[in-house]
């Protein structure tokens, strides 16, 4: 149980296009659902919340217009990059929280490589 | 939000116990503790999450003092596959939660 997809899992895009990143939760239902950015070597950093119905809350410094966060429903939050550049590119993961609990349980999707030329 | 301090790197051999200590002197009432394992070019993965005291499943084993300022994650008989990156994190849930992970702990298994 407890799994999170993400689509694609490797993209390439040219400068300049759009691109987006789906996060689906598989057998569960998560209303809150984060998107984190890591490049090589380094460690996950959070980009930003989002929760179902509501606005996406970003980190600071994460450009809200250019890193568009849809959460429709309680099985799928998406991000899109948009107008992307290559230093855009970077490996991003996102995790979703299942609804209800106490504790602090968070599942991650396998990743989605981004790669601007 | 409870920062937390791990070692940047540990090495052992196959068949050998790791035990990766992680301080987390600000801890909250409401925090849990949670370690996650991350390999190359994937998302991390959880290992095992704990309040206080000892919790043990199939693949670890968390250790808590009575204090709750550190941790310390123990893998028995590591292999050359728990070769990975090592990731504790403190936290509660909460509406304005955030997550921090911090460097991790670079564990690398040697024949």
């Known amino acids: 149980g407890a799994v999170v997809s993400q689509h694609p899992s490797w993209v390439i895009c040219k400068s300049g296009t759009s691109v987006k990143i789906e996060c689906r939760s598989l057998?569960?239902?998560?209303?809150?659902m984060f998107w984190y950015r890591q490049f090589p070597k380094q460690s996950l950093m959070l980009m930003a919340t989002?929760?179902?119905?509501?606005?996406?809350?970003?980190e600071q410094g994460v450009e809200k217009d250019k890193f568009l966060i849809n959460h429709a429903s309680l099985t799928l939050s998406t991000l899109t990059v948009t107008s992307a550049h290559p230093e855009d590119s970077s490996f991003y993961i996102c995790s979703a929280m299942p609804a209800g609990g106490v504790s602090y349980e968070q599942y991650f999707g396998p990743g989605t490589r981004l790669t601007v030329t | 939000l409870a920062k937390t301090t791990q070692p940047i790197s540990m090495d052992s051999y196959e068949g050998q116990e790791v035990n990766i200590t992680c301080s987390h002197n600000n801890i909250a009432t409401n925090d849990y503790i949670t370690w996650y394992q991350q390999f190359p070019s994937q998302g991390p993965r959880f290992i095992i999450q704990?309040?206080?005291t000892k919790v043990t499943n199939e693949v670890a084993s968390l250790f808590i003092p009575a204090d709750r300022k550190s941790s310390t994650l123990s893998l028995p008989r590591v292999s050359l596959s728990d070769t990975a990156v090592y990731y504790c994190l403190v936290g509660a849930r909460s509406n304005d939660y955030k997550l921090s992970f911090g460097a991790g702990t670079t564990v690398t298994v040697r024949a």
């Open positions: 704990g309040y206080k």
């Open positions: 057998d569960f239902q998560a209303t809150t």
């Open positions: 989002s929760n179902e119905g509501s606005k996406a809350t970003y």
